[in-house]
C-alpha cells in the first residue's frame, strides 16, 4: 500500500517493499529502508494488513495507525542517533504473594 502526501505541489510517500522474518523493507520519499525487528519488535507480531498501512503523517515522519506507532524519517536516516529506550512503569511489575 501506498500513500502520498501533498505538500506545496511536491509528492512525498512511504510505502512497504518487503516483509520478512527479519524485518521490513519501506520506501520512504524515494530512500529504502530495512527496519529489524531487534529495533521495532512490536511491528514482528502485528498483523499484515497493519504493517502495509503505513503514510507519512507530516514532511518528517511517517505512521501504522491502526498499531498506534510513529517514526521520525531521521530515526530511519540515523538509528544511529536513536536508542531503544524501552521505560517501565512501577505499574508493570506485580509482587509475588
Known amino acids: 500500500m501506498q500513500t502520498t502526501l501533498k505538500n506545496n505541489s511536491d509528492s512525498t510517500s512511504a510505502s512497504v517493499l518487503m516483509i520478512n522474518a527479519d524485518g521490513i523493507m519501506l520506501n520512504v520519499l524515494g530512500h529504502d529502508y530495512f527496519l529489524s525487528y531487534n529495533r521495532i519488535p512490536w511491528m514482528q507480531d502485528a498483523p499484515i494488513r497493519s504493517v502495509l498501512n503505513v503514510q507519512?503523517?507530516?514532511?518528517?515522519?511517517?505512521?501504522?495507525?491502526?498499531?498506534?506507532?510513529?517514526?521520525?524519517?531521521d530515526s530511519l536516516r540515523h538509528p544511529e542517533r536513536y536508542p531503544l529506550v524501552i521505560k517501565r512503569s512501577q505499574l508493570d511489575f506485580v509482587a509475588e504473594q
Do not use: A, H, K
Open 56 to 73: 507519512m503523517s507530516g514532511p518528517e515522519s511517517i505512521e501504522w495507525p491502526n498499531l498506534d506507532v510513529d517514526l521520525e524519517i
